[in-house]
């Protein structure tokens, strides 16, 4: 029997989900949409988005959302750089109405960077995010890809290190007049890759920031082993027969 819902396309389209896709098709209704509030102001943090317009670059494996029935709950990741003419925007799963006039409307990549410009939102993250929609099933497909990109904008925005004098213990009391202060690094054993410093001056309690330059120092690691991560932890393998 076909459920009934206050909009009649809704209704409409599950009757034919259900009747030509999945007979056990039925909307999720999940509640309260979860919702966690940033820890800083979205001036002080990297941005990623996430699109549901099918969009991916050229040359990269297409959604598979006209042959699955229930729906293609892949992923594909586009680079920040990744200009319009970049984009697959012939894809028969792309909505031709606005997109291929205009990205923006689907992957504010640009709007993205002007906002960061005019310090309404951190720096853009090197990569975004694509899904599929019209998916029909989302689970487990959906829970999945959702870990995967958790794992990618994470290193995207790692935070490596946050060496901190309270911590160490040192440096404590009153100072009047002009110092310098140096922190030192016998061994900086990071992969190959960009980084980013930030130097911050607080106060005894970590609260009120007397000086905060947020990811002003980039600097560069040029290395020729092939690896995975940001840091390399000194280490070796053995093997032994087992009994």
């Not at 820890?39 to 670059?57: E, F």
């Not at 410009?117 to 975004?128: C, E, K, N, V």
């Not at 911050?200 to 905060?212: I, S």
Request: aromatic residues 10%.
């Amino acid at each position: 029997m076909t459920r009934t819902f206050e909009d009649p396309i809704l209704t409409r389209i599950h009757g034919i989900l259900r009747a030509e896709v999945d007979p056990d098709f039925h909307f999720l209704e999940p509640g309260p949409l979860p919702f966690v509030k940033p820890s800083k102001p979205a001036s002080n943090l990297r941005v990623a988005l996430l699109t549901t317009a099918s969009l991916h670059l050229k040359g990269d494996v297409p959604f598979r959302a006209l042959e699955e029935p229930l729906g293609d709950t892949s992923f594909r990741t586009i680079p920040f750089s990744a200009k319009p003419e970049d984009l697959d925007l012939d894809a028969p799963y792309v909505d031709r109405r606005h997109i291929p006039q205009d990205p923006e409307v689907a992957l504010p990549l640009r709007t993205l960077e002007s906002l960061h410009r005019d310090g309404s939102a951190g720096p853009p993250a090197p990569r975004h995010a694509s899904v599929s929609g019209g998916i029909v099933r989302p689970y487990p497909g959906l829970a999945e890809t959702s870990e995967n990109l958790a794992a990618i904008f994470r290193e995207d925005g790692v935070y490596c290190y946050g060496p901190n004098t309270g911590f160490d213990g040192c440096l404590g009391g009153s100072y009047h007049g002009s110092y310098r202060l140096t922190a030192e690094f016998p061994a900086l054993p990071l992969l190959g890759g960009g980084y980013e410093v930030s130097v911050a001056f607080y106060d005894k309690d970590h609260v009120y920031a007397y000086a905060w330059d947020h990811r002003l120092y980039p600097f560069r690691v040029a290395a020729d082993r092939r690896d995975h991560g940001v840091v390399l932890l000194h280490h070796r393998f053995s093997v032994s027969k087992l009994d």
